[in-house]
């Protein structure tokens, strides 16, 4: 009886086996996961035309990547599993929302890409292979609260393939917060310099070594800008997307962390396994309008155009002179409130403002205010300007009997009234009279202290040159 009951133990326990066995092996091939889960139907067609699918030299199955090497049989597998299939079962979505993580160790096998033979390899990319590119140097880099993973760049981004390299994913790392054709910007770092003539009627000549040939390398040598002609293959601040944060966090304690980097990182590449685009907005780097491209920005040929009439409007404080902001700023009047009247400068169409824009918020009586104001600025300036003269006059003079310390302090006084002073003349004092007005008051502040210490000493010079 003992054996019997034995043998049916056995039995069972070999049919159980048997039925693991099988279970496993089954549920281990691409086509369980592709064609029994109706949520896997996309992944497993872009896994059929990938390389390391059916359309590769060698068919890799899933769990050979998404496990890493060792980690098939584990308990932690299994509870994976099962919740894999929990999640199958719950739900009718027909997309996987979360991305899945292949560890780096599932990349770097012997069998696969060992890191001995293919960090420091050379390889090219694009579609017409003219970027060079090596693992080494990439993986040896890290973002502020994550380091560098074959899943930081080789991610899936379409629906067409399995995973790829989006070009995007270079650009955030090599274009976001960089000086043009700088440092991680460098175009050399990816791209190898031309050496052809740029000359068009030099390129299919035999070069005349006694003559000068206009090239690349020629270019760089002479301290010439790149963006002097490719300053359009670069657009896009990638900024965070606008409410991205929002999207997963209703937290205003969450969201006021938005802007830490390293642990935003942290918290939702290196433990959620988010891409770069899926939080920042796409740089582009590619041909386009070379002309169009720079017109479009202002500060491409006008570095800080408006700064002056800015900084008035504004009217923050300013050494003695207290916040001050134009009174238009409380309505939120900007320059097209008061800049209507259209006129031609050199071609081209300008727009100046006109007494008439303060008729049109305001009162008839209003009509004259513009140019009240303006001939009280230009009043007060002038009378600024012409004891800046007076002052500087005076230490021309006197050069001969001041101290080089003397002369320091008085150039340090002369230059913070002048900058007073070119705030009121180049910003327009009349975009905010009263600020004007105490600037240029500011600045006489620094300049009659000259006056008042030299102009007894040339009182002496002069007296003392009549008696002789």
Not at 363 to 386: C, Q, Y
Request: charged share 25%.
């Amino acid at each position: 009886m003992k054996k019997k009951i034995l043998l049916i133990v056995l039995i069972i326990c070999v049919a159980a086996l048997i039925t693991v066995i099988s279970v496993e092996s089954y549920t281990a091939r691409p086509e369980f996961c592709g064609t029994s889960c109706h949520i896997m139907a996309p992944p497993y067609k872009s896994w059929q035309a990938d390389k390391h699918g059916k359309a590769g030299k060698e068919e890799i199955a899933c769990v050979d990547c998404h496990y890493a090497p060792g980690e098939k049989l584990t308990l932690h597998a299994k509870f994976k599993g099962l919740g894999q299939l929990f999640t199958y079962l719950s739900t009718d979505d027909k997309e996987v929302r979360r991305a899945t993580h292949v560890e780096d160790i599932s990349c770097s096998t012997a069998q696969c890409h060992p890191a001995e033979k293919f960090m420091e390899k050379k390889l090219t990319y694009g579609k017409e292979k003219k970027v060079s590119f090596t693992h080494k140097t990439h993986y040896e880099k890290t973002i502020p609260g994550q380091e560098m993973h074959c899943t930081t760049c080789h991610i899936k981004a379409s629906e067409e393939k399995h995973f790829e390299v989006p070009k995007e994913q270079c650009y955030i790392c090599h274009f976001r917060n960089t000086e043009y054709n700088k440092e991680r910007a460098a175009c050399s770092l990816c791209h190898e310099i031309p050496t052809t003539p740029l000359q068009q009627q030099k390129q299919d000549t035999v070069p005349d070594p006694n003559e000068k040939i206009i090239t690349h390398q020629t270019l760089e040598q002479a301290g010439v800008s790149c963006q002097s002609c490719h300053y359009q293959i670069v657009t896009g601040e990638n900024d965070l997307l606008p409410r991205a944060c929002e999207k997963c966090h209703s937290d205003a304690i969450v969201l006021a962390k938005k802007f830490e980097m390293k642990l935003m990182h942290q918290e939702h590449v290196a433990r959620q396994k988010a891409t770069c685009t899926d939080c920042h907005q796409p740089i582009e780097h590619k041909e386009g309008d070379f002309i169009a491209t720079a017109l479009s920005n202002c500060d491409s040929c006008h570095p800080s155009h408006h700064s002056y009439q800015k900084a008035l409007l504004i009217g923050a404080t300013y050494g003695g002179v207290p916040e001050t902001p134009g009174l238009m700023n409380p309505a939120k009047t900007n320059c097209q409130g008061c800049h209507d009247k259209s006129e031609l400068l050199k071609g081209e169409e300008l727009l100046r403002a006109s007494a008439k824009g303060c008729v049109s918020c305001h009162t008839k009586d209003h009509e004259k205010l513009l140019a009240d104001w303006k001939k009280e600025v230009e009043t007060e300036l002038t009378f600024a300007k012409e004891e800046k003269g007076r002052a500087v006059d005076l230490m021309t003079q006197l050069k001969d009997q001041l101290s080089q310390e003397q002369m320091t302090a008085y150039t340090t006084l002369l230059a913070t009234g002048q900058k007073a002073i070119d705030l009121v003349e180049f910003g327009n004092g009349v975009h905010n009279k009263k600020y004007s007005i105490m600037l240029i008051d500011e600045a006489l502040n620094s300049i009659y202290p000259i006056i008042d210490e030299l102009e007894p000493l040339a009182g002496e010079q002069t007296g003392v040159k009549t008696q002789q």
